[in-house]
């Protein structure tokens, strides 16, 4: 083979198939490149000898404008078969230029995209070994990429708002969190807190995945302040649950001491009680051990203290059962009882009431004590009603009193004498005034005379 006179290197030269050209062919279809060598190119072959040639060496050369360059050789063919196989090459570059124009039409593709895919097929297309039109690929190519320079510029400038919105925005998450992080944190609620930070970082992970990629320096800026930020609210909070961790084995400890010593207490039964009490104050005091210890300690110390209350309960309930006999024999006393209202001889209710109470006690205690509490409420009541009456009758029979009472009506009946003469005289003597004095003092008088008795 012999050296053309193209700059470009020789193809290698295949051995294709004879293939008969057709006429007129269809324009590429949108479905792809045509990969075969061996298909028929989609130009007609007096469309091809419009732009190649073949000399008689085999060297094909295609004309650009008034000159003509050598594109490779096809030494082993006829002339047609030569066009033929270099015009497909033509036909690969021209769905590719085709490609590039639908897709632009179309819209939705990324313009900086389709310049630079329309730069690397302009490179093809200079200086292509192939035959057809290229003068008229390369402006279309320039054509399309002009057409896109607008847009473009556009997509450049939405790119420019959409990184300073995204750095707006991750701005804001480094913000939120050294706010937390700015917090007096010995006072804050850790899982609030924990639960803010985590939901910040999770929209930090949702930014970079999903938002627009930034510059790396101005990433690496945000994300150190972000990370400062977590970072200082989780050495306080490890702190702070190290601190809890003490206190809770703090806590734990005495709480089971307490626990030991409370089931110590289940041989004294119910004469344990009160030492229970005592403890359960203690464990009051005691803080915070953590849920599950807490549980299981309480589940303990509550055990104990139960087999205390159920040796009270037995033994409330032998008792109440030995005080049935005599919460019968008081009942009986309280029947017995109401005749103490029915007799009309204070001495004689008396008397009667005083027997009964000495039998009352002779009963004995009774349980439970709401029982006994009951019993001698009723008959408190009777106790009191009886002493109400004694009440009266020593007012009224009182010696001193009596004795009270006759002086006082002696020395009414007196100023009553000495009123009524006074009012006489003054009638006589035709005073009004001093008759209306008399008369209304000599009526106060004969009022309280009449109080007496008199």
Not at 333 to 344: F, I, N, Q
């Given at each position: 083979?012999?050296?053309t006179e193209?700059?470009k290197?020789?193809?290698?030269?295949?051995?294709?198939?004879?293939?008969?050209?057709?006429?007129?062919?269809?324009?590429?279809?949108?479905?792809g490149?045509?990969?075969?060598?061996?298909?028929?190119?989609?130009?007609?072959?007096?469309e091809?000898?419009?732009?190649?040639?073949?000399?008689?060496?085999?060297?094909?050369?295609?004309?650009?404008?008034?000159?003509?360059?050598?594109?490779?050789?096809?030494?082993?063919?006829?002339?047609?078969?030569?066009?033929?196989?270099y015009?497909r090459?033509?036909?690969?570059?021209?769905?590719?230029?085709?490609?590039?124009?639908?897709?632009?039409?179309?819209?939705?593709?990324?313009?900086?995209?389709?310049v630079?895919?329309?730069?690397r097929?302009?490179?093809?297309?200079?200086?292509?070994?192939?035959?057809?039109?290229?003068?008229?690929?390369?402006?279309?190519?320039?054509?399309?990429?002009?057409?896109?320079?607008?847009?473009?510029?556009?997509?450049?400038?939405?790119?420019?708002e959409?990184?300073?919105?995204?750095?707006?925005?991750?701005?804001?998450?480094?913000?939120?969190?050294?706010?937390i992080?700015?917090r007096?944190?010995?006072?804050?609620?850790?899982?609030?807190?924990?639960?803010?930070l985590?939901?910040?970082?999770?929209?930090?992970?949702?930014?970079q995945?999903?938002?627009?990629?930034?510059?790396?320096?101005?990433?690496?800026?945000?994300?150190?302040?972000?990370?400062?930020?977590?970072?200082?609210?989780?050495k306080?909070?490890?702190a702070?649950?190290?601190?809890?961790?003490?206190?809770?084995?703090?806590?734990?400890?005495?709480?089971?001491?307490?626990?030991?010593?409370?089931?110590?207490?289940?041989?004294?039964?119910?004469?344990?009680?009160?030492?229970?009490?005592?403890?359960?104050?203690?464990?009051?005091?005691?803080?915070?051990?953590?849920?599950?210890?807490?549980?299981?300690?309480?589940?303990?110390?509550?055990?104990?203290?139960d087999?205390l209350?159920?040796?009270?309960a037995?033994?409330?309930?032998a008792?109440?059962?030995?005080?049935?006999?005599?919460?019968?024999?008081?009942?009986?006393?309280?029947?017995?009882?109401?005749?103490?209202?029915?007799?009309?001889?204070?001495?004689?209710?008396?008397?009667?009431?005083?027997?009964?109470?000495r039998?009352?006690d002779?009963?004995?205690r009774i349980?439970?004590?709401?029982?006994?509490?009951?019993?001698?409420?009723?008959?408190?009541?009777?106790?009191?009603?009886?002493?109400?009456?004694?009440?009266?009758?020593?007012?009224?029979?009182n010696?001193?009193?009596?004795?009270?009472?006759?002086?006082?009506?002696?020395?009414?009946?007196?100023?009553?004498?000495?009123?009524?003469?006074?009012?006489?005289?003054?009638?006589?003597?035709?005073?009004?005034?001093?008759?209306?004095?008399?008369?209304?003092?000599?009526?106060?008088?004969?009022?309280?005379?009449s109080?007496?008795?008199?």
């Amino acid at each position: 083979m012999s050296a053309t006179e193209s700059s470009k290197p020789t193809p290698p030269v295949p051995t294709p198939p004879a293939v008969p050209m057709p006429r007129k062919l269809a324009a590429p279809a949108p479905a792809g490149p045509v990969p075969p060598a061996a298909a028929a190119p989609t130009t007609s072959l007096e469309e091809i000898r419009t732009w190649g040639r073949v000399s008689e060496d085999g060297t094909v050369e295609v004309r650009e404008g008034d000159s003509w360059r050598a594109v490779g050789q096809y030494p082993d063919g006829t002339p047609d078969e030569a066009l033929a196989y270099y015009a497909r090459k033509y036909d690969d570059l021209a769905f590719k230029v085709r490609t590039l124009e639908q897709r632009h039409q179309a819209g939705g593709a990324s313009a900086s995209d389709l310049v630079k895919q329309a730069t690397r097929v302009l490179d093809e297309v200079t200086d292509a070994a192939a035959v057809g039109d290229l003068a008229g690929l390369r402006e279309r190519l320039n054509a399309l990429t002009e057409a896109l320079s607008e847009a473009t510029a556009q997509e450049a400038q939405q790119a420019k708002e959409l990184q300073e919105k995204a750095i707006a925005e991750r701005t804001e998450l480094v913000e939120r969190a050294e706010a937390i992080a700015a917090r007096d944190l010995s006072k804050v609620q850790w899982k609030q807190v924990t639960a803010e930070l985590n939901e910040l970082f999770e929209q930090w992970q949702a930014h970079q995945q999903n938002g627009p990629r930034l510059s790396k320096g101005v990433s690496q800026q945000l994300w150190k302040r972000f990370r400062d930020a977590r970072a200082t609210v989780d050495k306080h909070r490890r702190a702070f649950y190290a601190e809890l961790d003490e206190a809770h084995k703090a806590a734990r400890d005495a709480k089971a001491r307490l626990v030991e010593r409370a089931e110590a207490l289940a041989p004294r039964g119910v004469d344990g009680i009160p030492a229970y009490r005592a403890l359960l104050d203690e464990w009051k005091t005691a803080g915070r051990a953590g849920r599950k210890a807490d549980d299981a300690l309480w589940a303990r110390f509550k055990a104990a203290g139960d087999a205390l209350y159920a040796a009270r309960a037995e033994q409330a309930a032998a008792e109440e059962a030995d005080s049935a006999p005599k919460i019968e024999a008081r009942e009986a006393l309280l029947e017995e009882a109401k005749a103490v209202a029915d007799e009309p001889n204070i001495k004689r209710a008396r008397a009667l009431l005083t027997g009964i109470q000495r039998r009352w006690d002779e009963v004995g205690r009774i349980f439970p004590r709401e029982k006994e509490r009951a019993l001698d409420d009723r008959l408190r009541v009777i106790e009191q009603a009886l002493k109400a009456r004694e009440d009266v009758d020593w007012k009224n029979n009182n010696p001193e009193t009596k004795a009270r009472a006759n002086d006082m009506s002696s020395q009414l009946v007196e100023a009553i004498e000495k009123l009524e003469a006074e009012l006489a005289a003054a009638t006589a003597a035709g005073d009004e005034k001093a008759a209306k004095a008399a008369a209304d003092a000599l009526e106060a008088r004969r009022s309280w005379l009449s109080a007496l008795g008199g």
